[in-house]
């Protein structure tokens, strides 16, 4: 039996403590909870040799629902951002994105990195190991193809000690692919909340942020020949005067307002969705020049997330002020606007940073928690959040980045961080995460095509594409101008639509990537890199 070994770092009475142990790895859960003299954490780490053949291949989960994350070989690495100028990183907060402010990536080839889960597989048998609880702090893992070491560590320097700690909760198991991962969500005690797969029409790929009454309305009326009742009509980003400010309308787009667009798209019998980023706000907005207190400062400075919109910021969830507002926000949008649905997107700027109180992971969770609670039973689909504090508190949650108009983006765009558009990195990811759908909520794995004209897929790639998220996912939106659709057009969708896997999912990667499924009409073989 394998052993973890263990080792804890305190900053204790301004004098280092060191604390070493091991405790045998057992099939299912292994907690490792140690009392701990009062200070200041610096280092929890284990690690333990779990081995890995040639032919296997490894899986390691990444950060938020963006990071790219397929299967690994043995002579894999991971590009972080290590190679692009600083200037550039810091002018356009590349490394705010995901993890990269906070993890020391291997940089290695071989060396892999990942978080909160992972896999060896070989053929059919995985060895699945994954944290049994965040909420102390994200699980890091790092592995080492050649020697087949896995180093763990507990994303929590910083936080106060003094008695009990959950140093690490750890679940392993080894079989086949619905036995482990069964068995893991079993004793994580998680369950999906109740919600039907979901089918319809998202704005975004459509016309991005250039929407108007005028725009969202014809497209309702072109999709309502083409989806069926109860199916989503989504606006997505545009509709507000900017990000953040999210308690009108842009009067110049929406002029009658969106309680005038939930009741057009109720009236063709469709369920409306909105789409909204509750714990940032763009430079510039009314939010960050009226409540410049509301916003995350580090070292005194505004947290900035990324460089949409022309750079945004983290909001501060702590702040009173903050809270009613979005409290605000959501009684506005289902109880006097009436959607339904709400896609909540940029959710990682919620917990950048941790305290000596809380971990990055835990104030991640107690974010969510929130939203929960202010959407009551309204469904959410989550975006750009942490992949593990999302299980069991949405109903739809994104598990890849976003799809492009082409393949792989422009050359320039493949150099930079691991959450960019990419429709092959977004097949991959939400192939590798499978596994979560219909357990940790049902998945997202973004929109697809079937439109021919402002699209550069070729027709075999956005057929891949569609039959990929029929096959590993439980949305299904597509972004077409579904009224432009000819009859080809409508008996495809219908055909997609009607695409419902029998039974686990078979992917083969040995010639390639293939997705194999059997549906009441026969088996379809989906061959994900198809030109």
């Known amino acids: 039996m394998n052993s973890l070994d263990y080792t804890i770092e305190i900053s204790s009475a301004g004098a280092p403590v ?19 003299p009062e ?27 963006w990071t790219w ?18 200037a550039v990183v810091r002018a356009f907060h ?10 020391e990536y291997p940089y290695r080839r071989g060396v892999l990195h990942g978080v909160s889960y992972g896999y060896l597989r070989d053929g059919a048998f995985f060895r699945l190991f994954a944290s049994l609880d965040e909420e102390p702090g994200y699980t890091l893992f790092q592995f080492d193809c050649a020697t087949g070491e896995l180093t763990l560590e507990r994303d929590c320097a910083g936080l106060a000690c003094g008695g009990e700690f959950h140093a690490f909760d750890l679940f392993f198991a080894s079989g086949d692919e619905d036995t482990v991962f069964d068995r893991w969500f079993a004793e994580l005690g998680v369950t999906r909340r109740p919600a039907e797969p979901l089918r319809g029409y998202s704005s975004w790929y459509n016309r991005y942020e250039k929407i108007s009454e005028a725009s969202i309305l014809a497209d309702l009326a072109g999709c309502a020949e083409v989806l069926s009742p109860g199916d989503l009509f989504q606006v997505d980003d545009g509709w507000e005067p900017n990000v953040g400010d999210w308690l009108e309308a842009d009067a110049k787009k929406f002029p009658n307002g969106m309680k005038t667009i939930a009741d057009a798209i109720h009236g063709r019998g469709l369920r409306a969705g909105l789409w909204l980023a509750p714990f940032v706000c763009r430079a510039g907005s009314r939010i960050e020049r009226e409540h410049p207190d509301w916003l ?11 460089i949409n919109w022309g750079g945004f910021y983290a909001l501060d969830i702590d702040h009173p002020e903050v809270q009613a507002y979005l409290r605000e926000t959501f009684r506005r949008v289902f109880d006097v606007w009436g959607f339904d649905l709400v896609k909540l997107d940029f959710l990682y700027g919620a917990a950048p940073f941790g305290n000596a109180r809380e971990t990055r992971a835990g104030r991640m969770l107690r974010a969510m928690r929130f939203l929960r609670e202010v959407c009551g039973e309204h469904a959410i689909l989550g975006c750009g959040v942490p992949v593990m504090p999302a299980f069991g508190l949405v109903e739809y949650c994104r598990v890849s980045c976003d799809v492009g108009l082409d393949w792989d983006d422009k050359p320039y765009m493949r150099i930079i961080h691991r959450e960019r558009v990419s429709t092959k990195h977004a097949m991959e990811t939400s192939i590798f995460r499978r596994q979560l759908n219909g357990r940790a909520y049902l998945s997202d794995p973004d929109v697809f095509f079937l439109r021919e004209d402002h699209i550069r897929l070729t027709p075999a790639q956005k057929k891949s594409l569609a039959e990929t998220a029929r096959a590993v996912g439980g949305v299904f939106l597509s972004s077409d101008n579904m009224g432009d659709y000819d009859a080809a057009q409508r008996a495809e969708y219908r055909r997609l639509a009607a695409l419902t896997p029998i039974g686990r999912v078979r992917v083969e990667t040995e010639n390639g990537l293939k997705l194999r499924f059997r549906t009441a009409d026969g088996e379809t073989v989906v061959d994900v890199y198809a030109k």
């Open 18 to 36: 060191t604390l070493t142990g091991a405790c045998a790895l057992r099939d299912g859960a292994t907690h490792v909870v140690l009392s701990l």
């Open 39 to 65: 200070g200041t954490l610096t280092r929890v780490s284990a690690r333990v040799r779990l081995g890995m053949k040639d032919r296997e291949r490894l899986f390691l989960n990444g950060y938020q629902t």
């Open 69 to 86: 994350c397929p299967e690994y070989t043995k002579r894999s690495r991971i590009r972080g951002i290590r190679r692009l100028p600083k």
């Open 296 to 306: 995350l400062r580090v070292n005194g400075k505004k947290w900035a997330c990324g």
């Open 94 to 103: 590349l490394d705010r994105y995901a993890d990269y402010h906070f993890v």
